[in-house]
């Protein structure tokens, strides 16, 4: 079992976050792909029809420049934008469940039954958490950006004290803040990384959209059929928001290492097991006779 609650340092943690994705590679994915893939299908759909319909907008209008910002907000962007919160939030509380029914079961195997009750448990205040820190984030950015990216690292913390620690909106907001302290820059490190990998390892899922929009925009590209820059799209946004979910696994191992620095948990929870015997596996398990 690789234990969660432990102080690691800033290799340990990118190290901890591959080894339990790579260990845990099949329950998770089949986890993010019931709970958040289908909303994040939804978010692919309506990002690609978006997409055309702005390069077909681009295509009637050639003398106008700025004929596509002028349908930037059609029905179809605010339908993606609301998929693409969603599914960003379920995945992470996919990993966040994930994580916290694995250390519950010592390792053991995740039954996605649990995954997706731990969700469902914290689904409402994620949401509220979302919208109350991108307000947050939002007004910090007006005020000349540093302020915006100050409390956008704390913040990155909230889903995933909700999802441990099942807290209020107010209460998880302050509880990111007071973890946070003096590891601002660590997190912030730590999330550049792996944002930087995710995108890199994602261009295989977004480079034909890419070069697709690219030639169309150059109208050097052959006629298609309309649903292929869908599809292309499509591909190219859940690939993103299911590789989004190494970036909420590397967060979840920070938020346990600030726990373990400031709390102990993990040594807490060591001290009380010292002479209880480990559980039996079911599989040796056979009963009184």
Sequence with gaps: MIPLYQQRDFGEKINATFTYAGQQFRSLGIALLYIA?????????????????????????PDNPFAAFENIFSPT???????????????SLTVYAHLKVYNRNQGGPVPIGEVWQEVQAALLQSLGFSFISGLLIVVGFLFL?????YVSVPLSLGLAVIAFEGVGLMEAISRCFA??????????????????????TGLAFSLPAGVLTILKTMRVAPELPEFVPIVAQTIAIVGGSLLSALVALAVGFQYFNLVERQEGTGL??????IGTPPPIPRAQDEGEY
Excluded: C, E, H
Aim: glycine share 8%.
């Design 37 to 61: 893939g289908p909303v994040a299908l939804l978010a692919g759909i309506t990002g690609g029809i978006y997409q055309s319909n702005l390069l077909k907008v681009v295509r009637v209008n």
């Design 77 to 91: 962007y605010l339908l993606m934008s609301v998929f693409a919160v969603l599914s960003r939030v379920l995945v």
């Design 145 to 149: 950006i540093v302020p915006g990216v």
């Design 179 to 200: 973890l946070i302290q003096n590891k601002w820059w660590s997190t912030l490190g730590l999330i550049f990384v792996m944002v930087l990998i995710v995108l890199i």
């Design 268 to 273: 807490l929870s060591a001290i009380d097991q």
